[in-house]
């Protein structure tokens, strides 16, 4: 397999597989529908397929860029690099409220993401929902299916209950391997989140949702009530109308919103 794209071999520790269909890019950017005057937020442009298609429409894009070699090709590149505010930094580290503040402005984030990281990496933007408007995301067909899953499914998880506790999750286009160099063994989609200006359930401690759910799904086959022991008793599930035989992928999200609250509210009660 050829890993060599326009002189820079792709490199495996960063994930890099680089979108060269220009159907597809075009699909992505419509969606995108980038304008003048908004913050826009590319993470891990590579070789600047997207980038340069987006700077086609507007003024200014920064990028989030951790490869240090494809940092400096875009710092040099001939036609855009006056549009563009380069950051040579780590995604998963990046402070995307700073940039917001600065602009005064919510961001508009887009990106090929790493599929290596993708999962953690939405989730570190997960905690930044505030300062942003929208995202597009290209990931693996299957993390997008996880995304969209609802209760009853197979793909259902802690992804897709954090994902939709945060943002609205729309679904944009599929897209073969054969858009990319080199191709990666799985299909991708890419997808749009909107974080909810007024989310549909609320709790009381996001983290505890997080442990809640990761603890659940963990042990996916068992019921609930072993799955969970440790951190919920019988009466807990009782009392918010959860069926402890039932398993974690049968529990939607408002039900795992509403013993987050019981059980938080309880600790505050005992101490």
Known sequence: MNKTHLGHTARKRFGQNFLVDNNVIQNIVAAIHPQNGQVLVEIGPGLGALTEAVVARVDKLNVIEIDRDL??????????????????????????????????????????????????????????????????????????????????????????????????????????????????????????????????????????????????????????????SEMASLEDLNKVGIDEKLRAENITIKQYCDLVNHLSQKCTAND
């Open 71 to 228: 940092a400096a090709r875009l710092a040099s590149h001939p036609f855009i690099r006056d549009k563009l505010t380069i950051y040579q930094e780590d995604a998963m580290k990046f402070d995307f409220t700073k940039l917001a503040v600065e602009h005064d402005t919510p961001l508009r984030v887009f990106g090929n993401l790493p599929y290596n990281i993708s999962t953690p990496l939405m989730f570190h933007l997960f905690t930044y929902t505030r300062t942003i408007e929208d995202m597009f995301f290209m990931l693996q067909k299957e993390v997008v299916e996880r995304l969209v899953a609802g209760p009853g499914s197979k793909t259902y998880g802690r992804l897709s209950i954090m994902a939709q506790y945060y943002c609205e999750v729309i679904p944009v286009l599929e897209v073969p391997p054969n858009a990319f160099k080199p191709a990666p063994k799985v299909d991708s989609a890419v997808v749009k989140l909107v974080p909810h200006k007024n989310p549909p359930h609320l709790v009381d401690d996001i983290k505890l949702l997080s442990r809640v759910t990761a603890a659940a799904f963990a042990q996916r086959r068992k019921t609930l009530r072993n799955s969970l």
